[in-house]
């Protein structure tokens, strides 16, 4: 029996750690009128820059200021006029706290989001080309410039999968 109750104080003592340890990296998740948050924004294939999962992207725009509470676990946002065709509530895991730094807000203007908040970034130019090779292979590459936020981005990526993709941009070369 004294074993049985020194495995579960043991238990506890290890479940009390766990839940401390994860509650100081847990963000609160409650918002009042007037708070400024953040707002998450999706990436998808497609749409984003070279394919991927839009590593590079900005993962929150805003700050927007909450006008009210809906709910338990939803909020309603004052969105700009760019935003007019996107819902104004928003779940809370959506949200983020905004913290004035400005260095990390992306203005709304020099963003393009659709209506169902995912980026638009678009294929420039084709800037260079290269041939890689392997062992057994040589891989054309092309080096592309995308209509960036503040500074030109470059990056190089398969000659076929580009044509595929933005044959516009092959046929005057």
Do not use: C
Not at 135 to 147: A, E, F, G, L, T
């Amino acid at each position: 029996m004294e074993k049985i109750l020194q495995i579960k104080a043991r238990l506890q003592a290890l479940q009390d750690r766990q839940k401390s340890s994860t509650d100081k990296r847990r963000k609160p998740m409650e918002f009042q009128f007037g708070d400024l948050v953040l707002l998450k924004v999706s990436t998808w294939k497609g749409i984003t820059r070279f394919g991927k999962q839009g590593k590079l992207n900005p993962r929150y725009i805003g700050p927007f200021e909450i006008l009210s509470r809906i709910g338990p676990v939803a909020y309603k946002l004052l969105l700009p006029v760019e935003l007019i065709s996107v819902h104004p509530v928003f779940h809370v895991s959506n949200l983020k706290k905004f913290l004035s730094d400005e260095t990390l807000v992306d203005p709304m203007d020099q963003i393009e989001v659709n209506e169902n908040l995912l980026f638009i970034e678009e294929l420039v130019e084709i800037m260079d080309r290269e041939v890689k090779h392997t062992k057994q292979s040589r891989i054309p590459i092309v080096k592309d410039r995308w209509n960036a936020k503040r500074i030109p981005e470059f990056t190089w990526e398969r000659e076929d999968q580009k044509m595929k993709k933005y044959p516009h941009l092959f046929s005057s070369s």
